[in-house]
């Protein structure tokens, strides 16, 4: 199985912008399509962004299309989510998550086969 590892997280102001990233172990991350979810405090999880296994197709929940990006780097295991334009409501917990299967990048959480621990990421007005 895989292990997911994020970082990157943090304050920032208003209009800032991060870089999170999500480094795999365990298992090569080129076996997984890759998703990135967030979740506020009394809120479900919910999907932000996800790549397929070759990165050939993104995927972006509206609220974040044109303001994140997610890419990869197989070749360091890591993932990543560029997050530009930062509103206070995109203040959440960011989790990685590695897809059950390999041709079916997860957009929901009952497609998702591994979690990451989460990061914090807080914007303030």
């Known amino acids: 199985q895989v292990q997911l590892v994020e970082s990157g997280g943090g304050l920032v102001q208003a209009g800032g912008s991060l870089r999170l990233s999500c480094a795999a172990s365990g298992r090569p991350l080129s076996d997984y399509a890759m998703g990135w979810f967030r979740q506020a405090p009394g809120k479900e999880r919910e999907f932000v962004a996800a790549i397929t296994w070759r990165g050939g197709r993104t995927y972006y929940a509206d609220s974040v299309k044109g303001r994140f990006t997610i890419s990869r780097d197989d070749a360091k295991n890591t993932v990543y989510l560029q997050m530009n334009s930062l509103k206070p409501e995109d203040t959440a917990v960011y989790y990685c998550?590695?897809?059950?299967?390999?041709?079916?990048?997860?957009?929901?959480?009952?497609?998702?086969?591994?979690w990451g621990q989460g990061t914090q990421v807080t914007v303030s007005s």
């Open positions: 998550a590695a897809g059950r299967e390999r041709v079916v990048a997860p957009t929901a959480p009952r497609s998702v086969g591994y």
